[in-house]
């Protein structure tokens, strides 16, 4: 990469977490289908569960957007929105069940490049989550999916979601950075845009079936992001580490 | 240990830094010692600049802590310290060297234990500081001393300083725990004390020359205590790590 004034080499690498690093579509489906078989189930589609999971994420983070509600951790709002999505798939599960398969989002299997990628870019550049994702979860999926950040900011010390910039802004403040000292990693042009916004540099990576085989969305980068990367390996390739 | 209802296993290990995990007193002389080389600065007893940089800690934090000023870092209160030891010393330096110095507590060594300790005790526990480090200082000072956290607590989290108990009780929330489910280590019993009042267990580990060949205070754990070690490597030994 160039390493002009306009693109200083960054100090920090911030990650979108869910679909950036981990695929939470494969890792839902299979927990909720191997919970779903206990009750003897039949004949569900749990990626289609996983799905329909997931579809409700944006409308609930955006009631704490818009100051609807408090802020909430991700487990009380995955919590209530499994609740519909049982309903939607006319399927009724145990309370408890249905707190344990809330858990299943600290359980994420990681991309098969994200932990090399991880072990290459922690030598060179320190690197954090700026996800929605609380402490808690992040803290557990990094110990399952065998990631090592050097800290976990994002969502929970902002007490906001993204998009909204003071998760970037706190987060890079946090790190004792400039904006421009960071860079931003995801699979979603939404989000880097959103960090660009706040001052960031940025860098995307494909992950072409986060949302399944029939993906349409973030195929490719927006115009105006600074790298574009097939895989976290060939982003720690282009950033040298 | 018991792991009986009054004692159950943690699941997180919370640290002090500053003299438990890294060796304050012996890195902060080193690295002014060699700034005051390059100034010809002569004959100054640099243990004795860092004892008197560390003994304006507690009541600059006090300051915080009393309500009399908002919350700011340690790089903050560190600075405004320096200029107040360099004072007492006779000596000069340039803003820029005296900014550069105040980032030495982002440079301290571990103590010989602490890393190897490190490795074992995070294979079982979730381990983090509760520190009045920040979040930037802490990520710095684990790089350089080697140290891999699963997130970073403590004050800037909470916004206060212990022995606050904010401190301790926003910390063991982030991760989604009861107090009793986590265990403060530290070589302060002040610092575990206060750690017990909020409900969490105790861990003590001996630092006899934290504070230099003479130090009286702090060398053997108080009676309340739940555990105590010769030091960190000894404590993986005792929780089975």
Redesign the interface.
């Known amino acids: 990469m160039s390493s002009g004034p306009h693109h200083p080499t960054p100090r920090a690498l911030l990650f979108d977490v869910f679909g950036t690093c981990v695929d939470w579509r494969t890792s839902i489906a299979r927990q909720a289908g191997e919970l779903g078989r206990r009750y003897g189930f039949d004949g569900v589609d749990w990626h289609a569960f996983a799905d329909a999971w997931r579809a409700r994420y944006q409308p609930q983070m955006e009631t704490v957007r818009s100051g609807m509600r408090e802020w909430a951790t991700l487990?009380v709002l995955h919590r209530e929105s499994l609740e519909d999505v049982l309903t939607e798939f006319g399927l009724r599960l145990r309370p408890d069940d249905c707190d344990r398969l809330t858990l299943a989002w600290h359980r994420l299997d990681p991309w098969p490049d994200t932990v090399g990628a991880f072990v290459r870019l922690r030598r060179r550049f320190?690197i954090?989550p700026v996800s929605n994702g609380?402490?808690?979860l992040?803290?557990n999926l990094?110990?399952h999916a065998g990631l090592?950040?050097?800290?976990?900011?994002g969502a929970?010390?902002a007490r906001a979601y993204k998009p909204d910039p003071h998760v970037y802004l706190r987060s890079v403040a946090?790190?004792?950075?400039a904006p421009r000292e960071a860079m931003m990693v995801a699979a979603h042009n939404g989000d880097l845009a959103a960090a660009a916004r706040c001052g960031m540099q940025t860098a995307f990576v494909a992950r072409p079936v986060e949302y399944g085989p029939h993906q349409s969305t973030d195929l490719l980068a927006n115009e105006g992001v600074d790298l574009a990367a097939a895989d976290l390996m060939a982003l720690a390739e282009l950033l040298g580490a």
Do not use: N
């Open positions: 487990d320190i954090a609380h402490i808690a992040q803290v990094a110990r090592t950040w050097d800290a976990i900011l929970e010390i946090a790190l004792g950075l």
